[in-house]
């Protein structure tokens, strides 16, 4: 029985594909690329904001063609657009077969075996349940790297996040199974880990009563084979010493922080739900690079929030221009239906969001440009992530750079690497937000 897995949305989502492939794997299922020759379709969905809401939809219908001509025999329908409009796919979309919620999808299998069978039904479990499996999760990433969900869901209801309503109240995995995947996935030849979570910092406060992220960093990095270690999605208010001072004792720890602060006006702030001021934002920055120097921070930023006036867009502006982030992203804002910033006054056209949208990320490409050239003439330590087509050279990653979202460093060397090996590289050049190097002998 072949499956073809597709895995829409976040790195959240990503785990928990990889989680079901394992399952699938386990009972013989196989996988396929080719959507023709599959019997099962599996499509793990996102809707955190519009643009990726239409991409689900639109997932689901172009898969379902292939119940009328081709060989698929079941549609299963997962993730967070399963989990908010459950009844709904069944009834619009005829062709889908089961819709499993955000934490149903252990189920998986049963879910294809009842499909195939003829039958059709949502499957939904407590929305604060906490799936553990242990089965092996098959790593999608290519080996070298992969992401760690040490928690699921989020107490902090921002008015513009639907994500508490359909991933549940925050919930830590226990430190113990944490540190057996990790082992797990270093035994594979993983050498960097990836720790996500709707937020981080957070980790571990419902289970042992106070924030235990440093002490789950320091156990990681006891694990032979792991290189590298990356924090993603850290709320700046729950920053705290403990954490900074494991950041600058564990060398395996990259000076990385994801720091998704959204804003920088404090009105603005207060109207998303968010839990710092500006000062508050200045003081924290201010704290992690005294502390930890060559520290990269990234954060994401919402434009066009309503309400915002262009006075509070240009204090952002200046806001941005002042941090020199090393990494930015930003995202006009998508009034999501059951949030309270859907219903708020004064919002913001279109066309508006995006002119201020395209003003920061103009700005910001100004800094990065900048930064990338400040880095010519500087050694830096290098994970291979492959080869560059018909030509002496690698392309991978600093401690600067998480995959996906953030730059890449081009290698050139006549000796041959493999990837996941670490290099050191002398950076030799900057093409925008791109580096090159050579490797040092």
């Given at each position: 029985?072949?499956?073809?897995?597709?895995?829409?949305?976040?790195?959240?989502?990503?785990?928990?594909?990889?989680?079901?492939?394992?399952?699938?794997?386990?009972?013989?299922?196989?996988?396929?690329?080719?959507?023709?020759?599959?019997?099962?379709?599996?499509?793990?969905?996102?809707?955190?904001?519009?643009?990726?809401?239409?991409?689900?939809?639109?997932?689901?219908?172009?898969?379902?063609?292939?119940?009328?001509?081709?060989?698929?025999?079941?549609?299963?329908?997962?993730?967070?657009?399963?989990?908010?409009?459950?009844?709904?796919?069944?009834?619009?979309?005829?062709?889908?077969?089961?819709?499993?919620?955000?934490?149903?999808?252990?189920?998986?299998?049963?879910?294809?075996?009842?499909?195939?069978?003829?039958?059709?039904?949502?499957?939904?479990?407590?929305?604060?349940?906490?799936?553990?499996?242990?089965?092996?999760?098959?790593?999608?990433?290519?080996?070298?790297?992969?992401?760690?969900?040490?928690?699921?869901?989020?107490?902090?209801?921002?008015?513009?996040?639907?994500?508490?309503?359909?991933?549940?109240?925050?919930?830590?995995?226990?430190?113990?199974?944490?540190?057996?995947?990790?082992?797990?996935?270093?035994?594979?030849?993983?050498?960097?880990?990836?720790?996500?979570?709707?937020?981080?910092?957070?980790?571990?406060?419902?289970?042992?009563?106070?924030?235990?992220?440093?002490?789950?960093?320091?156990?990681?990095?006891?694990?032979?084979?792991?290189?590298?270690?990356?924090?993603?999605?850290?709320?700046?208010?729950?920053?705290?010493?403990?954490?900074?001072?494991?950041?600058?004792?564990?060398?395996?720890?990259?000076?990385?922080?994801?720091?998704?602060?959204?804003?920088?006006?404090?009105?603005?702030?207060?109207?998303?739900?968010?839990?710092?001021?500006?000062?508050?934002?200045?003081?924290?920055?201010?704290?992690?690079?005294?502390?930890?120097?060559?520290?990269?921070?990234?954060?994401?930023?919402?434009?066009?929030?309503?309400?915002?006036?262009?006075?509070?867009?240009?204090?952002?502006?200046?806001?941005?221009?002042?941090?020199?982030?090393d990494r930015l992203g930003v995202f006009t804002y998508s009034?999501?239906?059951?949030?309270?910033?859907?219903?708020?006054?004064?919002?913001?056209?279109?066309?508006?969001?995006?002119?201020?949208?395209?003003?920061?990320?103009?700005?910001?490409?100004?800094?990065?440009?900048?930064?990338?050239?400040?880095?010519?003439?500087?050694?830096?330590?290098?994970?291979?992530?492959?080869?560059?087509?018909?030509?002496?050279?690698?392309?991978?990653?600093?401690?600067?750079?998480?995959?996906?979202v953030d730059g890449l460093i081009f290698v050139n060397t006549?000796?041959?690497?493999?990837?996941?090996?670490?290099?050191?590289?002398?950076?030799?050049?900057?093409?925008?937000?791109?580096?090159?190097?050579?490797?040092?002998?």
């Amino acid at each position: 029985m072949k499956v073809l897995f597709i895995s829409l949305g976040c790195d959240k989502n990503l785990v928990d594909s990889e989680v079901m492939l394992g399952l699938l794997a386990e009972k013989g299922y196989q996988m396929t690329d080719d959507e023709t020759e599959a019997e099962v379709i599996v499509i793990n969905t996102c809707c955190f904001i519009h643009d990726a809401k239409e991409e689900s939809i639109q997932t689901i219908l172009e898969m379902a063609e292939y119940k009328k001509e081709g060989t698929l025999k079941a549609l299963i329908v997962t993730g967070c657009l399963a989990q908010r409009y459950q009844q709904e796919i069944l009834d619009e979309i005829p062709e889908v077969d089961e819709v499993l919620g955000t934490t149903s999808y252990p189920e998986i299998v049963d879910a294809i075996e009842n499909a195939l069978k003829g039958r059709a039904e949502v499957r939904m479990t407590d929305i604060d349940a906490l799936p553990l499996v242990d089965t092996a999760r098959q790593v999608t990433t290519g080996g070298h790297f992969a992401y760690l969900k040490i928690a699921e869901g989020c107490d902090k209801h921002c008015t513009y996040c639907i994500i508490p309503k359909i991933r549940g109240n925050y919930r830590s995995v226990p430190m113990e199974r944490l540190i057996k995947e990790a082992e797990g996935l270093a035994e594979k030849g993983v050498k960097e880990l990836i720790l996500v979570a709707q937020e981080t910092t957070l980790y571990g406060k419902d289970l042992y009563g106070e924030k235990s992220l440093h002490r789950l960093l320091k156990e990681l990095c006891r694990i032979s084979g792991i290189r590298w270690i990356r924090i993603l999605y850290c709320y700046p208010e729950e920053i705290d010493d403990n954490l900074i001072q494991v950041m600058k004792e564990e060398p395996k720890i990259c000076h990385y922080v994801d720091l998704p602060i959204q804003h920088a006006n404090t009105d603005i702030l207060k109207r998303m739900g968010r839990r710092t001021s500006k000062e508050q934002l200045e003081e924290i920055i201010g704290k992690l690079r005294k502390e930890i120097p060559d520290i990269a921070v990234r954060t994401t930023l919402i434009t066009g929030f309503p309400g915002e006036t262009e006075e509070q867009h240009q204090e952002l502006v200046d806001f941005v221009d002042e941090m020199e982030f090393d990494r930015l992203g930003v995202f006009t804002y998508s009034p999501e239906e059951d949030t309270p910033a859907a219903e708020m006054e004064g919002q913001i056209p279109e066309e508006v969001k995006e002119d201020r949208q395209a003003e920061i990320m103009e700005l910001q490409q100004e800094i990065a440009f900048e930064q990338a050239e400040d880095m010519v003439g500087k050694e830096v330590l290098v994970m291979i992530e492959g080869k560059v087509a018909d030509e002496n050279a690698y392309v991978g990653r600093t401690y600067k750079d998480a995959p996906n979202v953030d730059g890449l460093i081009f290698v050139n060397t006549e000796e041959e690497l493999m990837s996941g090996d670490f290099a050191r590289v002398k950076v030799t050049g900057a093409a925008e937000y791109d580096l090159i190097g050579e490797l040092i002998s």
